[in-house]
């Protein structure tokens, strides 16, 4: 079930509310480069908070987790961030899990609005085991401090420490006294620019009913070759050992004279077929990036030659960066 309540930081001086999945948020604050900059300089902060929480407590729930999950977790260190899948039967990408373990609880953020199926599965799957599974979402705001930040994680704040910055689980009650002590704030434009720079793929974004994890990159990532049985591992191994993804994820630089952006699902051509040629592709997410200009993540078929110009939307040029080996 998707949550409509909206952030109180939407309440700050040039904040403008984000739409479709973000919704909720702000996408920005008057100022889209100036909060990439700020992020990109260690400085400022986002505001993640309509990302689901969740928490998973008692004795069984790392080696529970380790059962249903992609990612080796059974020994996961107290504080050490990870990144696990729940794939289908089939090894398609249903899930998406950014967690860490405090010690006594497993905190995990999530995509907006998944909270509801993914505590479904979960509780589906407890039989004998320990664990208690809570949607903790009305009571803990998922706040991004960005690599380099000097702030200070909160006192009692559970962080998720990672290259790409801190992920503060900060109780939802404190936002607004957050957000006064660790300004400036930036949108999740600007958070979305700077992910689509790093070629980090996204749940619901660079995902469709049948990606695999391979397609984006993930083994290794997500996905822990050496674990033992989960659900769809078949796929992951078969895949990994004797096949190739059909489709392959690429860093799109676009020509920066075209004023629109190409919206997700936007089709990728090769740019010598022409704009009604053959599609090889779609756009995943694109963003204006303050240095780079126009950016991009597509997905594209797997046999796409690594150096052919590509056509986005109506015709936009775009030269491809590789992200997933083809």
Request: charged letters at 20%.
């Amino acid at each position: 079930m998707l949550r409509q309540s909206k952030s109180p930081l939407l309440s700050l001086p040039g904040a403008v509310p984000a739409e479709g999945p973000d919704e909720g948020v702000a996408a920005h604050y008057g100022d889209l480069f100036r909060e990439q900059r700020a992020l990109a300089g260690g400085t400022g902060f986002v505001d993640l908070s309509h990302r689901g929480v969740l928490t998973v407590t008692g004795p069984d729930r790392l080696s529970w987790l380790h059962l249903l999950v992609t990612q080796h977790v059974s020994e996961l260190p107290a504080g050490q961030a990870t990144e696990a899948l729940i794939l289908s039967p089939h090894g398609h990408i249903e899930h998406a899990l950014y967690l860490v373990d405090d010690g006594g609880t497993t905190w995990v953020h999530i995509e907006p609005g998944t909270q509801e199926a993914l505590i479904a599965y979960l509780e589906s799957m407890k039989f004998f085991y320990k664990v208690e599974v809570a949607d903790r979402t009305d009571d803990f705001a998922v706040v991004h401090l960005p690599a380099g930040s000097i702030a200070e994680t909160p006192e009692g704040v559970v962080a998720r420490e990672t290259p790409h910055g801190r992920d503060l689980f900060l109780p939802r009650a404190s936002l607004t006294d957050f957000a006064a002590a660790h300004g400036p704030a930036a949108g999740v434009l600007a958070y979305e620019a700077l992910r689509v720079e790093d070629h980090r793929p996204r749940l619901g974004l660079e995902t469709d009913h049948r990606t695999i994890p391979h397609e984006l990159g993930l083994i290794g990532v997500a996905v822990h070759l050496q674990k033992g049985c989960y659900r769809g591992q078949e796929t992951v191994a078969r895949v990994h050992n004797l096949g190739k993804p059909p489709r392959r994820l690429v860093f799109l630089h676009l020509d920066g004279s075209e004023v629109v952006l190409p919206a997700h699902g936007a089709p990728v051509r090769l740019a010598a077929d022409g704009p009604e040629g053959r599609q090889i592709g779609f756009v995943t997410t694109s963003a204006r990036h303050y240095e780079q200009g126009p950016i991009a993540l597509a997905l594209v078929k797997r046999n796409v030659p690594v150096d052919a110009p590509l056509l986005v939307g109506e015709g936009t040029a775009a030269a491809q960066e590789v992200v997933v080996e083809p």
